[in-house]
């Protein structure tokens, strides 16, 4: 039996297409092993699927001045000291990296044991961890055919990304009935990412008095974010975070409000689910989003609208015309050929 090690963490994007994968490779009877942060959100999601776990001090490398990216050097340091003598001890075939700072460790850990790499690139430009680990794999799997351009010359191959099979099972008779709702009205539905967004949700519910007249709302609105003035209030659903119900919200909704990021409008892509991309701004994050949002607007698979342009009005405005033109983004989105990497993946994971 062949054994594999995973990697990545720090957001749910770093996890679920690991999660994803999983069924998969244990189809293909590899042994499936877990290395992931000491405290990450990793852990609980990864140990919920009864995979086992070790953790490996971590640290995040910062592109701004703070006194953290000096201690964490040592955090580094010792991470990949325990990655190297985990993976000397587990004897792994390959190492699947999904990126996320807990990830280069172990992809240093790897390649001192001689391990074959395959990373996986979520966003258009590669992030700074997959930067600094792209030189230790044999391959790099990208979201985007754009971004085959930024890796080195013969590594790249553009997969897609593996998307979680039980997001196609949801039944939309349970959504209706989770929320409350009926099927007289559209159903529209918004999700922040795991973190939620505070900016979106503002305007959001500020359109709300305009917007319940001609649609339901679902609003993933993020730990933290839940309103409780406006928990009675008919035709709006909201939920701090959903994970196994999930797929029945999904299933449900006709359009949907999102971030952009690289996982989330995968996920969206390989549902056909009309779309409003809302972009972290560029003063928020290194811009990736921005990116991803551009890239799925110039194929036809979203709406975009930038963030500092974001009103309740605007945001309204735009969710109606989104509505009205769906169609022609299901017809875009069901001609695409990049609707779930799992098997593209799985593909280069058995080939090294």
Known sequence: MKKIVLT??????HVTPNLALIPALQKKGYEIVYIGSEQGMEKELIEKVKIPYYGIPTGKLRRYLSVKNITDVFRVISGIKEATKLIKKLKPDIVFSKGGFVAVPVVLGAKLNRVPVVIHESDMTPGLANRIAMPFAKKVCTTFPETVQYIPKGKGINTGTPIRKELFEGKKQQGLKLCGFT??????????????????????????????????LVHICGKGNFDRKLENTKGYKQFEYLSEQLPHIFAMADVVISRAGSNSISELLALKKPNLLIPLSAKASRGDQILNAASFEKQGFSMVLKEEDMTYMSLEKAVRSLYENRQKYIKNMENSHLSDGVNEVIKIITKE
Do not use: C, E
């Open 183 to 216: 099927d007289q009205k559209p159903i529209l539905m918004m999700m922040g990412g795991s973190l939620g967004s505070v900016k979106i949700n503002v305007q959001l519910r500020g359109a709300l008095p305009t917007l319940l007249k001609d649609f339901q």
């Open 8 to 13: 990545g963490g720090g957001t749910a994007g």
